[in-house]
C-alpha cells in the first residue's frame, strides 16, 4: 500500500509562484510514474506533468516553460513548482503514483488533494 500526502497548495496573485509537494511512504516499485494531475470546477481532470523513474518527463501545454517537476534523491517525494501562475491554473492539484510490475500492469495511488488559487 502507497500514501501519498500533497502540501504546498494556497492562494496567489496572478503571476506568482506556488511549490507542491507530493510525500510518499510504502512500496514504491523501481518502475514507477509519479505524476501531478489538477481539476478546475466543471472541468475533466488533466494531467499536468509526470516522471518516469528514468526521468522521462511530460508537460501538459499550457504548463510548458512554466511549471517544473521533479523528484528528491529517494525517489519517494516528487514537487511541482509552478512559476507565473495564471487564473487558468487555479483547480485542486492530485498527486498521482504508478507503480508498474514487469508485465507492464500498474496499479495507482492518489493524494487527497490540494487546492490551488490564483487571482488576478
Known amino acids: 500500500q502507497v500514501q501519498l500526502a500533497e502540501s504546498g497548495g494556497g492562494s496567489v496573485q496572478a503571476g506568482g509562484s506556488l511549490r507542491l509537494s507530493c510525500a510518499t511512504s510504502?512500496?514504491?516499485?523501481?518502475?514507477?510514474?509519479m505524476a501531478w494531475y489538477r481539476r478546475a470546477p466543471g472541468k475533466q481532470r488533466e494531467l499536468v506533468a509526470r516522471i518516469t523513474n528514468t526521468d522521462r518527463i511530460d508537460y501538459l501545454d499550457s504548463v510548458q516553460g512554466r511549471f517544473t517537476i521533479s523528484r528528491d534523491n529517494t525517489g519517494k517525494t516528487v514537487y511541482l513548482q509552478m512559476n507565473y501562475l495564471k487564473p487558468a491554473d487555479a483547480a485542486v492539484y492530485y498527486c498521482n503514483v504508478n507503480n508498474y510490475f514487469y508485465t507492464g500492469a500498474h496499479y495507482g495511488y492518489w493524494g487527497q488533494g490540494t487546492q490551488v488559487t490564483v487571482y488576478s
Open positions: 510504502g512500496h514504491i516499485f523501481s518502475s514507477n510514474v
